[in-house]
């Protein structure tokens, strides 16, 4: 290894870890998978509320993995220890090129692509948050770093080292799928475009395909089985909603403006990379990961964005830092370097930009070192500067100063909630994950958004990306304070009864078997494709409670009646 490398990498590594701590902090969804963490140690087994099983967290995986730390009481810290490492591998996987040739061209690439992660707000903000985040960016660096030698399908070996790392792709997160698909389907095509090769192995790829699949067939099938369903209810919250396509694409959109405006270095990799392959003339055997790249913005559209401003675009970024980098470097001769003007410009455009953007922005990654300086809390067309909202309470800052996470005011508010002397443990609320965490378990806490609550989630929602509002029906409040035993609409009724004999009945009976399938296949387990638009009666008092309500104010029960209905049941 050349002397600028090893220099390269000793700084690389500092800067990685010291950008990292500075900015490190807990976003307030992660308190929702702790909470589930905290229950399964106290013997409650995988569950928000001790009464309910619902798969309330999107990551398996890294719950499991969560799920080994907890027990050393220092979940904060194993948090960090374990997000730190895999932001280092991640560095490490898309940086590997620099250490394995050591040439000083190539450290000239890799300096760039240094920058672009270090100055990238929201890809730095999401290497923690204590979400799933970091095992992404780190199992997608890896699947990348690797693609080329687990193709080799006639190694039993890679095949099913493919199978596993797709696998452990999915229980991170389902919609990673759409990283990995089309290079599944390059896969296929070479494999049965080989005229050479005997029937039997077919068979035998198909064995070692299964095999290194088994452990995402293993979680998926356990959950059908304990949850009621092998999706989690985050999946039927966030899908269940009364918005139309083109209000999805809208929300889409914002989510992508907003997240740009806030940070333009998320797309400054794919600007250059299309540039310079342009130039090249290369766009017309796009790579897979470009492919990917514009399913996954496609999905996007399709879901209707999402609330937290760049976390959904930080794998977009990663890939588009691999495409660069692919573009640029290549395995036989190194940096290859750059054959025009016109492709130096945009390297050296690149730079100034990075520059401008240290300079200029009140999103600089530097200002995470100087309190005083960093970006103010802002909202813009539903779409929020998440770290912003909870740095105050979840940073390493804040621990240090004893105003963590359990002082923050929805913590309190939890904690407060299993104090009072009247009895009451059933809370609804819109702001579940701190408030559960700390209201322990003792807390029934019914989530309004539908996140956490398995019944709601099959209800049409609507409202903000990625926080859909349900109309609460009336009496179920008292249904599930036991004060009385049914809701007054019968359909619905039946409803709410074939949602908890799978979230609290018994297991293995055929009644709750039934009901599975029927929620799985024939969509009975959706609100409207079971009753249509037909609407129901909602608890008034509790929806004038959100921050939905207030627009509301000083309208009477049945105009607000009207409108509701208008927004929920009319498409």
Not at 184 to 204: D, G, L, T
Not at 221 to 234: D, E, K, L, R
Not at 533 to 552: A, H, K, Q, V, W
Request: with cysteine; proline share 4%.
């Amino acid at each position: 290894m050349h002397r600028s490398a090893g220099l390269f990498g000793a700084i690389s590594a500092f800067l990685l870890i010291v950008f990292f701590l500075a900015d490190f902090w807990l976003s307030e969804d992660s308190f929702i998978t702790f909470r589930v963490l905290d229950n399964f140690w106290n013997g409650h087994g995988l569950r928000w509320n001790i009464s309910e099983r619902v798969q309330v967290f999107t990551h398996p995986l890294w719950m499991v993995i969560l799920l080994s730390i907890y027990p050393s009481g220092f979940l904060f810290f194993g948090v960090l220890a374990l997000s730190l490492a895999l932001w280092l591998g991640t560095s490490y996987n898309l940086l590997y090129f620099v250490f394995k040739r050591g040439e000083p061209r190539d450290t000239f690439l890799g300096f760039l692509l240094l920058c672009m992660i270090l100055s990238s707000r929201f890809f730095l903000d999401y290497s923690s948050s204590g979400l799933e985040t970091p095992l992404s960016y780190f199992l997608l660096s890896y699947w990348w770093t690797v693609r080329e030698k687990i193709s080799r399908f006639q190694n039993p070996k890679h095949v099913i080292e493919r199978g596993i790392l797709s696998s452990l792709l999915l229980l991170t997160r389902y919609d990673l799928i759409l990283w990995i698909l089309p290079d599944w389907i390059r896969y296929f095509k070479s494999v049965f475009r080989e005229k050479n090769i005997p029937k039997y192995e077919y068979y035998r790829i198909f064995l070692f395909s299964t095999i290194g699949f088994l452990p995402f067939f293993f979680w998926f099938f356990f959950s059908w089985i304990y949850f009621g369903s092998p999706f989690p209810n985050t999946y039927f919250a966030k899908t269940n909603i009364s918005h139309s396509l083109l209000e999805k694409i809208q929300s889409g959109l914002s989510l992508i403006k907003v997240s740009i405006l806030w940070d333009p270095v998320l797309i400054l990799p794919m600007f250059a990379y299309l540039l310079i392959s342009g130039i090249r003339r290369k766009l017309e055997d796009p790579s897979l990961i470009l492919v990917s790249s514009f399913l996954h913005l496609g999905y996007l559209f399709y879901v209707g964005g999402d609330f937290m401003a760049g976390r959904f675009l930080t794998p977009f970024f990663l890939g588009s830092l691999f495409l660069l980098k692919d573009e640029l470097f290549k395995k036989q001769n190194g940096f290859v370097g750059l054959a025009s003007p016109l492709e130096k410009g945009v390297l050296f455009f690149s730079f100034l930009f990075l520059l401008f953007v240290q300079i200029f922005s009140s999103y600089a990654t530097w200002r995470s070192f100087v309190p005083s300086m960093e970006r103010p809390l802002q909202l813009k067309d539903g779409v929020v500067d998440e770290r912003a909202s909870y740095r105050n309470h979840t940073s390493i800052r804040a621990f240090l100063s004893d105003n963590g996470p359990d002082k923050h005011p929805w913590a309190l508010w939890g904690k407060k909630s299993v104090l009072r002397k009247t009895g009451e443990e059933i809370r609804f609320t819109t702001n579940v994950g701190l408030a559960g965490y700390y209201g322990g378990p003792n807390l029934h806490l019914v989530d309004e958004l539908a996140l956490t609550d398995p019944f709601l989630s099959r209800l049409p929602g609507r409202g903000f990306p990625g926080h859909y509002l349900r109309l609460v029906p009336k009496g179920y409040k008292e249904v599930i304070s036991e004060v009385r035993d049914n809701l007054e609409d019968a359909d619905l009724d039946r409803f709410l009864y074939e949602t908890r004999l799978l979230s609290e009945g018994e297991l293995f009976t055929w009644e709750r078997c039934l009901v599975s399938f029927s929620f799985l296949f024939t969509r009975n387990g959706n609100y409207k494709s079971r009753l249509g638009n037909r609407s129901y009666s909602f608890d008034m008092s509790l929806f004038r409670e959100t921050i939905y309500g207030l627009p509301f104010k000083n309208f009477s029960d049945q105009k607000v009646i009207i409108e509701q209905n208008k927004y929920y049941f009319s498409n």
